[in-house]
């Protein structure tokens, strides 16, 4: 028989004259398995977790947690359970040991059994090699992995992860989610709240909210279920596929879409011929050769349908951008870019060209250099050699020139905090060089495309990750510039907010601006014109997204994602390099 490690009933909180953030919301988590928390931006799932800690008190309604009443128990809940919130509290100046010691010592891990628990954990979490580097020098799947082995140094019956896989590459993700796995068989219950949603469909069980609502309770299975017969790939997109997507995603019969390489994914509100009948028709302008056939649904895909659908395929901010004559010059341009840090290469000898109206991105596990290359090419970092040149400028001898025509969105929200909303693109207008009436139009622009007008009197800091996103997207384009770099702008938001983002920069692509944008969302990666693939300081492949997945077809993997291709390309690259060694070791 299961036991229920957590108990909710009817439980319901709300944050002053705001609607509320939790609304009568009822379930439970289960001893030896995985609990999924998906939902959008907002829709309360933190703050649930925060009220299963003991650190928020519900306004009406129960929490038992092991047993304990968590709000009239929290001291004992919280010495109870093992809890990562979304930025789990490392110290970046220590050491991993040191901070395995410091979280022992907050958790009173007596000294005697320190030793044997360390190594346990080190080895769990393979990070023992490790032990004497600094927190503030872990890639950012390894610091996932140190912040789990704090949370688990008195081996709890209860672990409750707050978006743990957010930023981190799709290598580590695999590894944090084997590790959590083997937890459960132990017996220990976890609760994974995660905006990725290939994460949520391999949990034992779902909670949906949905602004304070539980809309879902279940396995993930049966929500897929909800649109079986309602998914189809719309095939033979050659060219043109952000219009065509543009322009289905704009008809009434259509819940969703996204690119997929070479096609389309569309959900329907129909099922079988019907819903083809939809799409062949929502496809009339995508000209001969495409073909519609049904394909397996996904978890993403129910739950962008149990929520309503996405915005629509058209993008206010693109009807508003000028449009850029067309170039045959190519608007970002690598030249044998190497960056050392010290006697550590982070780049090497990095090579491509982007041209106009096009989407190139940089893909690559944490730590592989795919950020320092990107640093070099907007001119936040000096190459050690090479070059790198921005709409016609060189990043060496004119990196002012060549700023003033690209717009920069950071992989952390770099927005200032304490500064409100209208502040913030007030001083990022006068930033860009944007005076008079010229600055207060494009102000109102971007309050009214992005929605921003009731929160411009708002705090950034205090802004919804979504909102945050929103924000920084409109700070970035005010000045209108050719070239966009984009690094992680998705981060940690729910596929609603990240459709709605890609729809803006579809939107953008059409009128000739030119994208440069890393990524740990392998979907996201689907809507890039072509990849280069990082590891180790070095380009391993370049390609379109179609390229590589076919790169990596063989016997046992007929079709495979785009994530595959990532992984199996990785593991390629290092039978490779440990062939090489080999061979010069002889």
């Known amino acids: 028989m299961v036991d229920s490690l957590v108990e909710l009933s009817r439980v319901s909180k709300r944050f002053g004259s705001a609607e509320p953030a939790l609304d009568a919301v009822s379930g439970s988590v289960q001893a030896g398995e995985i609990t999924g928390l998906v939902g959008p931006d907002g829709a309360g799932k933190t703050t649930l977790i925060r ?43 220590l050491t991993v040991r040191e901070n395995l010691n410091l979280y022992a010592d ?22 023992a090699r490790f032990q004497t580097r600094l927190a503030g020098k872990l890639s950012g799947g390894m ?31 695999r590894e ?42 279940g396995l ?25 997507l543009a322009s289905v995603l704009d008809q009434p019969g259509v819940i969703d879409g996204v690119i997929q390489g070479e096609a389309l994914r569309i959900v329907t509100r129909e099922q079988g011929e019907a819903g083809a009948a939809q799409v062949r028709q929502a496809a009339e302008r995508g000209g001969p ?37 067309p170039s045959d010059e190519p608007l970002i341009e690598a030249r044998g870019l190497t960056k050392r840090f010290g006697d550590f290469t982070a780049a090497e000898d990095i090579e491509f060209k982007i041209g106009r109206g096009e989407i190139f991105g940089l893909l690559g596990p944490n730590g592989a250099g795919k950020s320092t290359t990107f640093k070099m090419l907007c001119g936040l970092l000096k190459p050690s050699a090479g070059e790198g040149r921005v709409a016609g400028f060189d990043l060496r001898r004119e990196a002012a020139e060549a700023r003033g025509r690209l717009g920069y969105m950071a992989q952390k929200f770099s927005l200032y905090g304490d500064l409100s909303v209208r502040q913030n693109l007030t001083f990022f207008a006068g930033t860009y060089g944007l005076s008079g009436a010229k600055k207060r139009q494009q102000i109102e622009s971007m309050v009214d495309i992005f929605a921003l007008g009731p929160m411009l009197a708002s705090s950034a800091k205090d802004l919804p990750l979504g909102f945050k996103q929103r924000l920084a997207l409109a700070c970035a384009v005010m000045h209108e510039p050719d070239v966009l770099f984009l690094d992680e702008p998705t981060s940690g938001v729910d596929p609603l907010s990240r459709r709605e983002f890609w729809t803006h920069i579809n939107g953008l692509i059409d009128r000739g601006v030119t994208v440069l944008v890393t990524t740990h969302f392998m979907d996201e990666a689907e809507y890039c014109d072509r990849i280069s693939l990082i590891y180790r300081g070095r380009s391993i492949a370049l390609g379109s997204p179609d390229a590589l997945k076919h790169s990596v077809q063989g016997a046992g993997r007929k079709d495979p994602t785009l994530e595959d291709a990532f992984i199996e390309l990785i593991a390629r690259s290092d ?12």
């Open 220 to 244: 993930p299975r049966d929500l897929t279920a909800q649109v079986a017969g309602r998914v189809f790939k719309l095939r033979g997109v050659l060219e043109r596929p952000r219009q065509l």
């Open 176 to 217: 944090l989610w084997k590790m959590v796995d083997d937890l459960t068989q132990e017996g220990i219950g976890v609760l994974w709240s995660t905006a990725y949603l290939d994460e949520a469909e391999q949990c034992d069980r779902v909670l949906l909210l949905n602004s304070g609502k539980l809309l879902f309770d």
């Open 289 to 325: 050769g495409l073909s519609v056939e049904a394909t397996a649904p996904r978890f993403e895909d129910a739950f962008v349908d149990i929520l309503g659908g996405g915005k629509g395929g058209t993008s206010r901010l693109a009807e508003r951008w000028p449009q850029l004559p």
């Open 143 to 173: 610091k996932q992995k140190l912040g789990l082995a704090c949370a688990l140094l008195r081996k709890p019956k209860l672990l409750l992860l707050d978006e743990p896989g957010v930023g981190v590459d799709p290598i580590s993700r």
């Open 575 to 586: 039978a490779e390099r440990i062939e090489r060694e080999r061979r010069g070791a002889a």
């Open 106 to 127: 907050l958790r009173a891990l007596p000294m005697s059994e320190r030793a044997e628990v360390f190594l346990q954990l080190l080895q769990f979490t393979d990070l």
């Open 51 to 93: 009220m299963m800690t003991g650190l928020l008190a519900p306004d009406s309604g129960s929490i038992h947690v092991l047993g304990f009443d968590a709000q009239t128990q929290g001291a004992a809940v919280q010495a109870s359970i093992g809890y990562m919130p979304q930025r789990f509290g490392l110290y970046e100046d």
